[in-house]
Every structure is written in structure tokens, then in C-alpha cells.
């Protein structure tokens, strides 16, 4: 069993900044892609940005030159900077990996619990 768990929301004003994390833990073999997803109220869940294990990222176009994402392979973490921040931004944000099970063959995406980041005055 494999277990993700984020950490860093909160509240910030407009222009301010987060930085949220995300730690897999349980029967890890490896981990592939590792992501970011939010989901505002009323709307459905949508792609943040995206790191592979070598760290090529992909993001968002609403978030491109204010969000950057890393990881540490050795700790098994994914983070997300999220800078310049937006009202629209406020959002439920997932972390997400793709994730092979130690002792198996198959990968599968995992998903964390959730935390809330509000921008707001």
C-alpha cells in the first residue's frame, strides 16, 4: 500500500506565496511522473504541472512563470512553489505519482488527501 501526503496549504494574500509538499510513503518500488492537480469549487479537478523522475516539468498555462514544481527522488517528495498567487488560484490542491509497488510489475496513480490553498484579502 502506498500513501501520499501533502503539507503547506493555507491562507495568502494576493501576490503572496505557498509551497506545498507532498511525501509517498508504504511499499514503494519506483515512482514515475509526479504531479500537482487542483480543483476549485463548482469545477472539476485539472493538471497543475507535472515533473518526470529525470525533472522535465510541464505546467498549466495559467500558472507557467509563477509555480514551479521539484522533487527528491532519494525522499520519494514532490513540491510545489507557488509565487505571485492569484484569488483564482484558491483551490483544493492533489498531489499525485505514478507508482510501481514494491514486489509488482504495474504502476498505478496514487493520490493524496487533498489540502486547501485560499487567496484572498
Known amino acids: 500500500q502506498v500513501q501520499l501526503v501533502e503539507s503547506g496549504g493555507g491562507l495568502v494574500q494576493p501576490g503572496g506565496s505557498l509551497r506545498l509538499s507532498c511525501a509517498a510513503s508504504?511499499?514503494?518500488?519506483?515512482?514515475?511522473?509526479m504531479g500537482w492537480y487542483r480543483q476549485a469549487p463548482g469545477k472539476e479537478r485539472e493538471l497543475v504541472a507535472t515533473?518526470?523522475?529525470?525533472?522535465?516539468?510541464n505546467y498549466a498555462d495559467s500558472v507557467k512563470g509563477r509555480f514551479t514544481i521539484s522533487r527528491d527522488n532519494a525522499n520519494n517528495a514532490v513540491y510545489l512553489q507557488m509565487n505571485s498567487l492569484k484569488p483564482e488560484d484558491t483551490a483544493v490542491y492533489y498531489c499525485?505519482?505514478?507508482?510501481?509497488?514494491?514486489?509488482?510489475?504495474?504502476?498505478?496513480?496514487?493520490w493524496g488527501q487533498g489540502t486547501q490553498s485560499t487567496v484572498s484579502t
Open positions: 515533473i518526470t523522475y529525470v525533472g522535465s516539468t
Open positions: 499525485n505519482a505514478i507508482v510501481r509497488a514494491y514486489s509488482s510489475a504495474d504502476y498505478f496513480p496514487a
Open positions: 508504504g511499499s514503494i518500488g519506483s515512482i514515475g511522473v
